[in-house]
């Protein structure tokens, strides 16, 4: 009788199986750990972080001191598309800026007065009304400063076009299933492997008639689709029970799980390479540590990254904790396709490619 590769593998997958449920903090730390977090997080104020994001009409008056004021203020930020008004009107009706500001010249009997108008979505979350009250400051600030001016210079009047309307829910539970997948994973696979090597068991596998490769897909399998159970979970919740925005129905919820499998291979991979450096169980939490949490700080997890600088910016767009938070955000917030990420794919590519190179390289079995 042969040995059956397919029934060796069918074992080694269903005892690693095992194994993971009979860890009751695993458990909770994948399921229940994240949804207090997603809890915690997406009960903040549904306000858009500052600064706000703007773009200047076209044809608005940039010949006067509110314009001047908006240039150098910290509150606001202003986009230059450089002539690009699809893209312009693209991310307005997404979200992505909180307004289309035009100044408009009106020249009065009394003198000179400012129309400013405001074009924003329904998918910025209201924020054009906090922008309003900042610019309002700014243009009463400016009227303070002459003391010869007896009423208003700049009026305001905002027009919001239709949109999906923003929820902090839809920018934390993304990230919240990147850190989730990233921590899980890592030391799931980490801790299984340097054991299983430990206690010569992955010896024993390799001395037996199973293939090398039947084990990794085995032990890894069942990590894959306990982590795959977690997310569907988390998204679930999230979306049944905080109205997290699943754009296209169920053809959204697919795709997420795809990108999730994507981001799953990577992991595994930089899951073995840690296990196989390690020369001590406790100096694995120290090296996934050192991978994981300036990821968690500087992958937009929690907060957006342009809140940095433009050169860390730069350096957290090589991060593929980024790719992935960016590419889920894209997927079901507003509406994109797997095809519409090829960036963040490839980026995520790049890094399989690197990692498991890595992995061929320093991978032990004893």
């Known amino acids: 009788m042969s040995y059956s590769q397919s029934r060796a593998l069918w074992a080694v997958t269903k005892a690693s199986f095992k194994a993971i449920f009979s860890q009751p903090s695993a458990l909770f730390f994948s399921f229940l750990f994240p949804i207090v977090f997603i809890l915690i997080f997406g009960a ?14 076209a044809n608005s008056d940039t010949a006067n001191l509110l314009f001047d004021s908006l240039k150098s203020s910290s509150r606001v930020k202003i986009v230059d598309y450089a002539g690009d008004t699809a893209r312009q009107n693209e991310d307005l009706i997404k979200g992505s800026i909180a307004a289309l500001v035009n100044i408009k010249r009106v020249n009065i009997d009394s003198g000179v007065y400012y129309q400013v108008d405001l074009l924003s979505s329904e998918a910025s979350g209201g924020s054009v009304y906090n922008l309003m009250r900042a610019l309002d400051y700014q243009a009463l600030q400016i009227e303070l400063d002459d003391a010869h001016k007896l009423q208003r210079e700049y009026s305001f009047v905002p027009k919001i076009v239709p949109g999906k309307k923003y929820r902090q829910i839809d920018f934390v539970l993304p990230g919240q299933l990147g850190f ?69 129905g169920f053809v959204t919820f697919v795709e997420m799980i795809v990108m999730t499998i994507y981001m799953l291979f990577l992991l595994m991979g930089v899951g073995l390479i840690f296990a196989s450096l390690a020369k001590s169980d406790t100096s694995i939490p120290l090296l996934i540590n050192l991978f994981g949490f300036p990821q968690i700080l500087l992958s937009g997890t929690f907060f957006p990254i342009n809140v940095f600088p433009q050169w860390l910016q730069n350096l957290c767009q090589a991060l593929p904790l980024t790719q992935f938070n960016n590419a889920m955000r894209k997927i079901s917030f507003e509406g994109l396709h797997l095809f519409d990420c090829w960036k963040e794919i490839g980026i995520l590519g790049i890094w399989i490619v690197v990692v498991y190179l890595i992995v061929m390289k320093v991978m032990k079995w004893e």
């Open 44 to 57: 903040f104020s549904d306000r858009p972080p500052s600064p706000f994001r703007v773009a200047i009409g």
């Open 180 to 248: 989730s997948i990233l921590f899980a994973t890592m030391f799931g696979i980490a801790f299984v492997f340097f054991n299983l090597r430990e206690q010569l068991v992955l010896k024993r596998f390799y001395a037996s008639p199973i293939r090398k490769i039947n084990i990794l897909i085995g032990i890894g399998a069942s990590r894959l689709v306990f982590q795959l159970i977690n997310v569907v979970v988390l998204i679930l919740f999230g979306h049944f029970f905080l109205q997290f925005t699943l754009v296209n």
